[in-house]
Nanobody, 126 residues
Framework: QVQLVESGGGSVQAGASLVLSCAAS????????MAWFRQAPGKEREGIAA???????SYADSVKGRFTISKDTAKNTLYLQMNSLKPEDTAMYYC????????????????????WGQGTQVTVSS
């Protein structure tokens, strides 16, 4: 059973930076996809950044150029570096993962993932 634990959320001013972390454990296969999603009140869950073991990465247009996803393989930890934060980035941020034999077709689609963390809140004030 894969377990994901997010950390690093908080309340910041617009223009600030934050780094989210997602500590993963329990993978049994060597290939997996990991992603960051976010969900604001009253809105659907949005995939914002993802990467897989085959080197593919994907970003939502809303964060491209401001957010960077990375992974420390030795620590099995996924990161999301968030720069130039805006009030519209305010949301609960979730880490998600899926082990695969074949790469996922849609890296940013929530229904592609079967493991989820509990979420960490990011609040950006103007």
């Amino acid at each position: 059973q894969v377990q994901l634990v997010e950390s690093g959320g908080g309340s910041v001013q617009a223009g600030a930076s934050l780094v989210l972390s997602c500590a993963a454990s329990g993978f049994t296969r060597s290939r997996n996809s990991m992603a960051w999603f976010r969900q604001a009140p009253g809105k659907e869950r949005e995939g914002i950044a993802a990467r897989d073991s085959d080197g593919s990465e994907s970003y939502a247009d809303s964060v491209k150029g401001r957010f960077t996803i990375s992974k420390d393989t030795a620590k099995n930890t996924l990161y999301l570096q968030m720069n130039s934060l805006k009030p519209e980035d305010t949301a609960m941020y979730y880490c998600a993962a899926k082990e695969y034999r074949r790469p996922l077709f849609r890296l940013l689609a929530p229904n592609e993932y079967n493991y989820w963390g509990q979420g960490t809140q990011v609040t950006v004030s103007s």
